[in-house]
């Protein structure tokens, strides 16, 4: 992959979207050839009248594509962002608590609040109800976070990835806790929620997380000239002109929305913050000018080929999508781990 170059990566990705985007609408339970999918998209686009599998294309898929390509791109993103910043290509997005946070969030609201507002709030506001308590979860987390790894108005990284982990492990005795006193079926529904699923992705969602996400995926990028200046370490950071402690407020800040919503509206997803910067890392070097918008980019193309065959490999049934991506990115990692020991 370095032998094209940084922006041979970046072109190789951009040409890969469409290509990948049509490959993954055609798969699933009910197959939908290419000359359907087409049309799908024709009809879309023009208003023609839509058949069964355009329908199925246009309605279900499509948003369910786009929601993958958009959690991919903020994770991959957010996953990088936080390895500059750490100076740790091993850093990942649940360092900073907004996944778990999330999760929380989610959790709390399934055991002690979804029974209750039935029948009281309209029926159209139920569907976000869940997504906004594990977005707020997901922030208050953050926030917690960066206060107990402050002092004095300086933040330290290492105090900041050890307070991650604590946070990581408090919420997990939650959220065990939570499993022993919910129902059955709200155990069912926290089992699904923390093995994370695109199954209910919609064109409302879409839009509430694309407006959520606008922001962060637009702004990380513009950090890349900061990031690379703390390669060299924190003092020369600052002796460039780098405000070490506001880059760290921002950078923090970015992850904990983008993580934050992207959890809240699919569950955890693990790994994709982890191995797609890591690898783009290894065939680009440390140089977060192009890495970064590589991230984001190639997380937008590895999510949905992995919800693709999350969606075919046991159908009709579907396996939770966090459970797939862990089970590629765990031994991917290992691989990468003994590589940069031999190296």
């Known amino acids: 992959m370095a032998k094209i170059g940084a922006k041979g990566v970046l072109v190789l990705g951009g040409a890969l979207l469409g290509p990948v985007a ?7 339970a009910v197959g939908v050839s290419p000359s359907e999918v087409a049309w799908a998209m024709w009809s879309l686009v023009s208003g023609a009248e839509a058949d069964t599998s355009s ?7 499509l948003p369910r594509v786009v929601m993958a390509a958009l959690v991919g791109a903020a994770l991959a993103l957010s996953g990088a962002v936080l390895q500059g910043l750490f100076r740790n290509p091993l850093a990942e997005p649940s360092l900073i608590g907004a996944s778990n946070g999330a999760t929380l969030g989610a959790v709390l609201f399934i055991v002690f609040i979804e029974g209750r507002i039935h ?11 869940l997504p906004t308590a594990a977005f707020a979860f997901a922030l208050l ?9 402050s002092r004095q108005g300086k933040t330290s990284i290492a105090t900041l990835l050890l307070t991650g982990v604590a946070l990581n492990a408090w919420v997990g005795a939650l959220v065990g ?3 022993y006193l919910g129902t059955d079926t709200q155990i069912r529904a926290i089992t699904f929620w923390t093995l994370g699923s695109l199954s209910g992705s919609g064109w409302w969602n879409v839009a509430i997380l694309a407006i959520f996400l606008l922001f962060p995926l637009f702004y990380m990028p513009r950090l890349s000239r900061e990031l690379n200046a703390l390669l060299l370490g924190e003092a020369e950071a600052a002796h460039l002109g780098v405000n070490v402690q506001k880059l760290k407020t921002k950078a923090v800040a970015a992850v904990a929305l983008a993580v934050g919503a992207a959890t809240a509206f699919t569950g955890l997803i693990g790994f994709v913050g982890l191995i797609v910067p890591q690898m783009l890392r290894l065939w680009l070097g440390p140089d977060h000018k192009t890495l970064l918008p590589a991230a984001a980019l190639y997380g937008a193309l590895f999510l949905p080929l992995a919800d693709a065959a999350a969606r075919t490999l046991v159908a009709p049934a579907e396996l939770p999508i966090g459970v797939l991506t862990s089970a590629i990115g765990a031994p991917v990692f290992l691989l990468l781990l003994q590589k940069s020991q031999a190296s």
């Open 22 to 28: 049509l490959g993954v609408l055609a798969v699933g």
């Open 55 to 61: 329908a199925i294309v246009s309605d279900i898929r």
């Open 119 to 129: 029948g009281i709030l309209p029926s159209w506001t139920l569907k976000f109800a």
């Open 141 to 149: 987390a953050t926030r917690v976070v960066m206060r107990l790894a």
């Open 177 to 179: 806790l939570m499993f």
